[in-house]
């Protein structure tokens, strides 16, 4: 059975720094690709990230490129979302999700919600002062 669990998740000064994780099971990284998304109250989720399992190539939405980077440790199964220079505007409600498309960077459909089979709980950023 495939399950996502962020955590990381937490209140955060302006310009600071916070990383987020997402263990998966019942599965291989290998196989799948993980993106990142966020929901901001009274708007949609958008797409942060993601990663291709296989070749571990990376994609990211304009609005974070530069300031988060997304890895995988393939032997713990997990993936991470480093975030630095946060803004108040990336105050939301992080979720990882996976599906088993292998989604390569550059794929635009790696930052999309209907790309995905399968969704963590999420973990709360707040970016407060």
């Known amino acids: 059975q495939v399950q996502l669990v962020e955590s990381g998740g937490g209140l955060v000064q302006p310009g600071g720094s916070l990383r987020l994780s997402c263990e998966a099971s019942g599965f291989s990284l290998d196989y799948y690709t993980i993106g990142w998304f966020r929901q901001a109250p009274g708007k949609e989720r958008e797409g942060v990230s993601c990663i291709s399992g296989d070749d571990g190539s990376t994609n990211y939405a304009a609005s974070v490129k530069g300031r988060f980077t997304i890895s995988k440790d393939n032997a713990k199964n997990t993936v991470y979302l480093q975030m630095h220079s946060l803004l108040d505007e990336d105050t939301a409600v992080y979720y990882c999700?996976?599906?088993?498309?292998?989604?390569?960077?550059?794929?635009?459909?790696?930052?999309?919600?209907?790309?995905?089979?399968?969704w963590g709980q999420g973990t709360q950023v707040t970016v407060s002062s």
């Open positions: 999700a996976a599906t088993s498309v292998l989604l390569y960077g550059g794929n635009w459909q790696g930052l999309l919600t209907r790309s995905y089979e399968h």
